[in-house]
């Protein structure tokens, strides 16, 4: 139980107090914060990985460009 409830627990009439609402959103809004920053974390890594193999990727493009054969044209003077 939360606090707010356990001091609100020997009530039997059951109303609902202004501090019964704020007791549920404050716990509400802790789960959200802790949902919010690990999906924060997740996605930084997720980001990091993608930028990594966006560079690794445009490198070996860049690499394999470079070792294709092309077409010689040797000119000569006469």
């Given at each position: 139980m939360s606090?707010?409830?356990?001091?609100?627990?020997d009530r039997t009439?059951g109303?609902?107090?202004?501090?019964?609402?704020?007791?549920?959103f404050?716990?509400?809004?802790?789960d959200?914060?802790e949902?919010?920053e690990?999906?924060?974390?997740m996605a930084?890594?997720?980001?990091a990985?993608?930028?990594?193999?966006?560079?690794i990727?445009?490198?070996l493009l860049?690499?394999?460009r470079?070792?294709?054969k092309?077409?010689v044209?040797e000119i000569?003077r006469i």
């Amino acid at each position: 139980m939360s606090p707010a409830r356990e001091a609100h627990a020997d009530r039997t009439d059951g109303t609902i107090t202004r501090d019964d609402i704020e007791a549920k959103f404050r716990e509400i809004q802790g789960d959200i914060d802790e949902t919010a920053e690990s999906a924060k974390s997740m996605a930084l890594a997720i980001g990091a990985a993608a930028a990594a193999v966006i560079v690794i990727g445009v490198f070996l493009l860049g690499r394999r460009r470079g070792r294709r054969k092309s077409t010689v044209v040797e000119i000569r003077r006469i």
